[in-house]
């Protein structure tokens, strides 16, 4: 029997530490298991994280640190997160195989407008059983999104566990622009009519990401 432990972190900022980790099991197709810790992280967290988490100093002044509460979320077959990515570098202690929503997501659905936890959950009249007091950007309540939305997911895709590896573990051929002069607009109409910008984006951008990369030069390579 395979253990899916959806897992989640709120940090200090994007390139800081964590405040606050939980996570849910999924054991043949139910969501169990949930489990929640404050942490004190190592910087002030910033007040842009603040307004999106809303866990404030005061709430973790007391908490311990992430040393002291990891080996309860260790021990699990498969981990799971939406943008697994970020999650991944925040727990390096976590060594069991990832799989990301995100990315499973994006290859789902290629063409939706956005693919974060809480535009799939309206785009697709998900109902995540939520606990009580939990809101939108607090670690446990995000997990309860992300495993509803993965079991929604491999009812349509039934993926195999390899598959979902493999995804996750791939780049992401991306539909959207999200930045620039052609935000919002296809990659395949920007590849088609203005084919040196994309040129010029993989040449001077430096911090593009893996996806966008990989994306820039599949529609640059359809154009010969």
Same mark, same amino acid.
């Given at each position: @029997?395979?253990?899916?432990?959806?897992?989640?972190?709120?940090?200090?900022?994007?390139?800081?530490?964590?405040?606050? #980790?939980?996570?849910?099991?999924?054991?043949?197709?139910?969501?169990?298991?949930?489990?929640?810790?404050?942490?004190?992280?190592? &910087?002030?967290?910033?007040?842009?994280?603040?307004?999106?988490?809303?866990?404030?100093?005061?709430?973790?002044?007391?908490?311990?640190?992430? &040393?002291?509460?990891?080996?309860?979320?260790?021990?699990?077959?498969?981990?799971?997160?939406?943008?697994?990515?970020?999650?991944?570098?925040?727990?390096?202690?976590?060594?069991?195989?990832?799989?990301?929503?995100?990315?499973?997501?994006?290859?789902?659905?290629?063409?939706?407008?956005?693919?974060?936890?809480?535009?799939?959950?309206?785009?697709?009249?998900? +109902?995540?059983?939520?606990?009580?007091?939990?809101?939108?950007?607090?670690?446990?309540?995000?997990?309860?999104?992300?495993?509803?939305?993965? =079991? *929604? @997911?491999?009812?349509?895709?039934?993926?195999?566990?390899? &598959?979902?590896?493999? #995804?996750?573990?791939?780049?992401?051929?991306?539909?959207?622009?999200?930045?620039?002069? *052609?935000?919002?607009?296809?990659?395949?109409?920007?590849?088609?009519?203005?084919?040196? *910008?994309?040129?010029?984006?993989?040449? +001077?951008?430096?911090? =593009?990401? &893996?996806?966008?990369?990989?994306?820039?030069?599949?529609?640059?390579?359809?154009?010969?």
């Amino acid at each position: @029997m395979i253990t899916f432990r959806v897992i989640d972190t709120e940090t200090t900022s994007i390139e800081g530490g964590v405040v606050e #980790i939980a996570s849910v099991d999924i054991v043949n197709g139910e969501i169990c298991n949930p489990m929640s810790d404050f942490v004190k992280p190592s &910087e002030p967290i910033s007040f842009e994280a603040m307004a999106i988490h809303h866990i404030t100093e005061d709430m973790v002044a007391d908490a311990p640190p992430i &040393e002291d509460v990891i080996d309860k979320y260790l021990g699990a077959d498969i981990y799971v997160a939406h943008n697994a990515a970020f999650d991944r570098e925040k727990l390096p202690q976590i060594t069991a195989p990832w799989v990301c929503t995100l990315k499973l997501s994006r290859k789902l659905w290629p063409e939706e407008k956005s693919h974060g936890n809480q535009y799939l959950r309206y785009r697709f009249g998900l +109902n995540p059983q939520v606990p009580e007091g939990l809101y939108a950007h607090r670690a446990l309540y995000d997990c309860y999104v992300t495993a509803t939305t993965l =079991l *929604y @997911m491999n009812s349509l895709a039934h993926w195999k566990v390899s &598959e979902m590896r493999d #995804i996750t573990n791939s780049p992401s051929l991306l539909h959207i622009m999200k930045f620039g002069k *052609y935000r919002d607009e296809t990659f395949a109409d920007i590849a088609a009519t203005d084919a040196p *910008y994309l040129r010029w984006c993989l040449s +001077n951008i430096k911090d =593009l990401g &893996e996806d966008q990369q990989f994306t820039m030069r599949h529609y640059l390579g359809a154009m010969f």
